[in-house]
């Protein structure tokens, strides 16, 4: 697996800019991660404060230092706000793989982004750091995170717990 994060890796699609999250994201860190409708799939307490966000920006900077994941911004090309995120984490530097995560505010659902977005970070796994699988665990009732990640040529794994199942997409060489 090649992990390099220096320089930080952003990624650009026809509308979209991936790039490294800073502090001065904190107010739309925010927004996104307590978002209801953001949260609805998610196994996690919503943020409540900008001390929340301040803290997940912090952990996140920690573990891009530490190199136990990639945690990518997502903006339009026309407006540097973030309107979601992207990311790998769960590294298993053994057997080259990680999980991927992607969350983005619900004006935005719908047109497309995501898909542009995951398709970027999927070469981006595969062909730079040399990832041999990538897995996600969505929930089984994300109809459209499902949809997506099969769109992507992700395969049914097998159920993790009640509502969760395994989602893997490898490497194909050849």
């Known amino acids: 697996m ?3 994060l220096s320089p930080f890796p952003a990624l650009t ?3 979209l800019v991936l790039q490294k999250l800073s502090a001065e994201d904190a107010n739309a860190i925010l927004s ?16 409540t404060s900008i001390q929340d966000a301040r803290d997940f920006i912090q952990k996140i900077e920690s573990t891009l230092q530490n ?9 339009l090309k026309t407006n540097d706000d973030l309107i979601g995120t992207i990311c790998y984490y769960n590294f298993d530097l053994e057997n080259s793989t990680a999980e991927i995560g992607y969350e983005l505010l619900p004006q935005y659902h719908g047109k497309g982004l995501m ?6 970070v999927l070469t981006h796994g595969f062909e730079v750091m040399q990832l041999n699988s990538i897995t996600a665990f969505p929930r089984m009732d994300n109809e459209s995170s499902i949809k997506l990640l099969k769109r992507n040529g992700f395969e049914l794994g097998e ?5 969760y199942a395994m989602y893997v997409l490898r490497w194909a060489t050849g």
């Open 115 to 120: 898909q542009e977005a995951i398709e970027k």
């Open 2 to 4: 090649n992990i390099n």
């Open 32 to 47: 996104l991660r307590s978002d209801d409708v953001v949260n609805t799939y998610l196994d996690r307490a919503p943020a």
């Open 159 to 163: 159920l993790v717990e009640d509502n």
């Open 67 to 75: 190199k136990q994941g990639v945690y990518w911004v997502i903006s």
């Open 13 to 15: 699609t026809e509308r």
